[in-house]
């Protein structure tokens, strides 16, 4: 094992850092972390949202039921998640999207099937939340370790900016197209696998968004959405494969249009913004963005319009 992740308390939290410190860990700054620290080859990283605890590296199992397990968590969890958590263990279908708050490239909706043994073969891979994976390398590898595993069925949907833009203006708002989305991955994958009993996603907005447009589809599937879906191992594995889709569309279209399209909707994406039309002409920007973003105001420079630079 060499990655691992655990919620954790506040408390359990402060409670790490002074073991750490005991244990002389070498502590670090890191975006979005309260902390970070790293002796040998091991790296310990405690992040803000949760909080939740990252283990990654050689050491790892050893650490985890030597350390975290005893001195911070105060039970044996590694070994016992199928006792612990069986819902993330019974068959079901995952479902996440990637690009939905990225001004420039497409909105990608993934699904992925699990089961016991694939639960615990993603589990074992290092399969997480692909907000923590930082390197578009290794979001290449989980997916490749996802789309090989034995018995695991997955389905991607990408909606190309130019789509995106005439569906975002015949669905009116962001949440009808996402919930679209995701009742055409759950479709997809109920035709591979008609006797799995549930889909779980992340909770929308309005939660009878997605469940009006699992009816209009005739899919009686048993439907959850939570917060934190990315939690559960296939939620995970299907957000790898939507940012897998996702940066491998922005690579290819950096390159082809000869600029660089950043993440996000910061200051950087509208200079790209302003700089494609500059080199390719206005129409570029809706093959390229999203248009509803307010973010196009401010590339076209034209006066603000109120509210978020995008919808979620």
């Not at 860990?25 to 970070?36: D, G, M, R, S, T």
């Not at 055409?184 to 992340?202: F, G, M, Q, Y």
């Not at 009006?212 to 939690?231: D, W, Y």
């Amino acid at each position: 094992m060499n990655t691992y992740t655990a919620p954790l308390t506040t408390s359990q939290a402060e409670t790490l850092r002074s073991v750490l410190t005991r244990q002389g860990y070498n502590f670090e700054p890191k975006p979005h972390a309260l902390f970070a620290a790293h002796k040998g080859k091991l790296n310990i990283t405690v992040y803000q949202k949760g909080p939740k605890v990252l283990v990654q590296g050689k050491d790892t199992e050893d650490f985890i039921q030597f350390t975290l397990e005893p001195e911070v968590l105060g039970e044996a969890r590694l070994g016992y998640e199928e006792i612990l958590d069986p819902d993330k263990f019974a068959p079901h279908f995952g479902i996440d999207e990637s690009g939905k708050g990225d001004f420039f490239g497409p909105l990608v909706i993934a699904g992925v099937f699990t089961d016991a043994a694939i639960t615990r073969h993603l589990i074992d891979a290092g399969v997480m939340d692909s907000k923590r994976v930082t390197s578009a390398t290794r979001i290449r590898q989980l997916a490749t370790t996802i789309r090989t595993t034995p018995g695991c069925i997955a389905e991607v949907i990408a909606i190309g900016p130019e789509r995106y833009n005439e569906m975002y203006t015949s669905f009116g708002n962001l949440n009808r197209l996402l919930a679209w989305g995701h009742a055409r991955v759950i479709e997809k994958l109920t035709a591979s696998r008609p006797d799995c009993p549930r889909a779980l996603s992340d909770q929308f907005a309005r939660p009878e968004v997605l469940k009006r447009a699992l009816r209009e589809k005739n899919l009686t599937i048993k439907l959850e959405q939570r917060t934190k879906g990315e939690s559960d191992t296939a939620v995970a594995a299907a957000s790898i494969l939507a940012r897998e889709r996702f940066i491998g569309w922005m690579d290819k279209t950096s390159s082809a249009c000869g600029i660089k399209l950043p993440l996000g909707a910061s200051a950087s994406v509208i200079q790209a913004g302003r700089d494609l039309i500059a080199r390719h002409g206005s129409e570029a920007l809706g093959k390229a963005a999203k248009l509803h973003f307010r973010t196009t105001s401010e590339v076209l420079g034209l006066s603000p319009v109120e509210g978020p630079p995008g919808e979620s």
